[in-house]
């Protein structure tokens, strides 16, 4: 069965920090990797990852896949308090279905 | 629409009751997804349509819920005799389909409360 594991879970830094995020999947028809910002209520998208090795880049975010290992990492240089949100990870299969992972709550304090 | 459109935004029942929310899509999305997200937990698949069909309702969690997009835009979530577990945001998303487009784009979200 399709599944989507993050780590960690909640992650307090302080403002200026790098953090990296991680996402672990498992699939039997793996299309796409998609990283979204949820803040108050509709999560955002943020990234769609196809192919292992090729960085996503977004100003202070970015992102890449290794489709060898089945994980995606998402980086957030000098962090901001604007930063904090929980960030989820998806998989999307070729099927079309979009599996999401629990999401990692970030905090960042002045 | 600009966006994807979710009524109602809050909607208090009892438990027993027979709730809809609604999501009305971007023109032109075929793809239509529904997910339930509980407070502190990721977005919980629960059914998807391409045009009018539901290609995979694999998420549904019991009989008591069920969905429709009779057009192929609109779509209903259905929930019968509501229970206290049922209580969550539910979100609606929407997409263009195809290899590389499962972008979603979501609404706001209704939040379902039983009591």
């Known amino acids: 069965e399709d599944k989507v594991v993050q780590s960690p879970l909640s992650l307090v830094v302080h403002e200026g920090d790098t953090v990296t995020l991680n996402c672990s999947y498992e699939?039997?028809?793996?299309?796409?990797l998609l990283w979204y910002k949820q803040e108050k209520k509709a999560p955002t998208f943020l990234f769609m990852l196809?192919?292992?090795?090729i960085e996503k880049k977004s100003g202070r975010l970015s992102s890449i896949l290794d489709k060898k290992e089945l994980f995606s990492i998402l980086n957030i240089t000098a962090t901001q308090t604007g930063d904090s949100a929980v960030y989820l990870c998806?998989?999307?299969?070729?099927?079309?279905?979009?599996?999401f992972g629990p999401g990692t709550s970030l905090s960042v304090i002045p | 629409g600009a966006g994807v459109s979710q009524t109602p935004s809050n909607k208090v029942t009892e438990k027993g009751k027979y709730v809809e929310l609604r999501c009305d899509p971007i023109?032109?999305?075929?793809?239509l997804y529904w997910y339930r997200q509980s407070l502190g937990q990721g977005p919980e698949f629960l059914i998807y349509?391409?045009?009018?069909?539901?290609?995979?309702d694999s998420g549904l969690p019991n009989d008591r819920f069920f969905a429709v997009r009779p057009e192929g835009s609109v779509s209903t979530l259905k929930i019968q005799r509501t229970e206290r577990g049922d209580s969550a945001v539910y979100l609606c998303?929407?997409?263009?389909?195809?290899?590389?487009?499962?972008?979603?784009?979501f609404g706001a979200g209704s939040r379902l409360t039983v009591l």
């Open positions: 998303a929407s997409s263009y389909s195809g290899v590389g487009a499962n972008v979603l784009t």
């Open positions: 699939v039997t028809n793996f299309r796409s």
């Open positions: 196809t192919s292992s090795g």
């Open positions: 998806a998989e999307e299969t070729s099927y079309d279905k979009v599996i």
């Open positions: 023109s032109g999305h075929t793809a």
């Open positions: 349509f391409q045009g009018t069909g539901a290609a995979d």
